[in-house]
């Protein structure tokens, strides 16, 4: 199956924390543009999270792309660092480490991969439909 690309932003954003903030800024404008109002705040939060592991751990500038493939939103954020991110599994006292967690809960599908230079991306997808809302049963 070959995939089609509707449409493609990208940007590479600095190693700095301001850039978690203009990540969820990039996310919100591009999908309030393609009329996807139903994905802001969770592609926000979980590009929030993406970004803020980039910059504690990878230590290095970021690219960020935001797409629509196949009838599905794809977020990927690639960095300069070979090394996968881990799912921690916090203690309830932890003031970390939940992040994946999050991106796990938010999303349809999230995974990693690696480029010919074994740099990796980080992805996450969404549907680009909101779910059907459950009907409401009659009052009895």
């Given at each position: 199956m070959s995939e089609i690309t509707d449409w493609s932003h990208e940007t590479v954003l600095p190693a700095e924390p301001i850039s978690a903030s203009l990540a969820r800024e990039f996310v919100g404008s591009h999908l309030v543009t393609h009329d996807l109002l139903h994905l802001v705040d969770d592609v926000a939060l979980v590009v929030s999270e993406l970004a803020t592991n980039a910059v504690v751990h990878?230590?290095?500038?970021?690219?960020?792309?935001?797409?629509?493939?196949?009838?599905?939103?794809?977020l990927s954020l690639q960095d300069a660092s070979t090394s996968l991110p881990v799912m921690a599994t916090p203690e309830l006292s932890d003031t970390g480490g939940?992040?994946?967690?999050?991106?796990?809960?938010?999303?349809?599908?999230?995974?990693?991969?690696?480029?010919?230079?074994?740099?990796?991306?980080?992805?996450?997808?969404?549907?680009?439909?909101?779910?059907?809302?459950?009907?409401t049963p009659p009052p009895q």
């Open positions: 990878a230590h290095t500038q970021f690219t960020l792309t935001l797409s629509r493939q196949n009838g599905s939103v794809l939940r992040g994946l967690l999050l991106v796990e809960l938010l999303s349809r599908a999230w995974g990693t991969s690696a480029d010919r230079h074994g740099l990796k991306s980080v992805w996450a997808t969404f549907p680009s439909r909101p779910a059907p809302l459950e009907p």
